[in-house]
C-alpha cells in the first residue's frame, strides 16, 4: 500500500510501500502506533508513541514528535489502511526537522 515514510534520521521523505495492518506498519516504524494529525483529504499522520530518539519531526504545526512519521490513507471496512493520497511535495513543504539535545 503506498504510503508516505518521513524519516528524521536522513531528514527526508519518500514514498514507500508499507504493510496494510496496523500491527505491521508497527513494526516498520517502531512501536505502537500514535494518530499525531489528520490532513483534509482523509490521510493520517501516525508516529511510534513514546518513541525517545533525538531526531524530532513536526508537519503543518503540528507537535514536534520524535522518531519516525508515516502518512497512510484512511482506514478500510476491515480495519485495514488503504493508499495515501497526499503527494510528496505537498506533505515535504509542511515538515520540518530538529534534532535538538533538549525535549520538546
Known amino acids: 500500500m503506498r504510503a508516505l515514510l518521513i ?3 536522513e531528514r527526508e ?3 514507500t510501500n508499507m504493510p496494510e495492518f496496523s500491527s505491521d ?3 516498520r516504524i517502531g512501536g505502537p502506533l ?3 494529525a489528520r490532513f ?3 490521510d493520517v499522520l501516525y508516529v511510534a508513541k513514546d518513541c525517545t530518539s533525538q531526531e524530532k519531526l513536526s508537519v503543518g504545526g503540528s ?3 520524535s522518531g519516525y512519521g508515516v502518512v497512510l490513507g484512511r482506514r478500510g471496512r476491515f480495519g485495514e489502511f488503504k493508499n ?3 503527494k510528496l511535495d ?3 513543504g509542511i515538515t520540518f526537522f530538529d534534532s535538538s539535545q533538549s525535549e520538546k
Open 7 to 9: 524519516d528524521p534520521f
Open 13 to 15: 521523505i519518500s514514498v
Open 25 to 27: 506498519v508497527q513494526k
Open 34 to 36: 500514535l494518530l499525531a
Open 40 to 42: 483534509p483529504n482523509g
Open 63 to 65: 507537535q514536534v514528535f
Open 84 to 86: 495515501a493520497q497526499g
Open 90 to 92: 505537498s506533505i515535504a
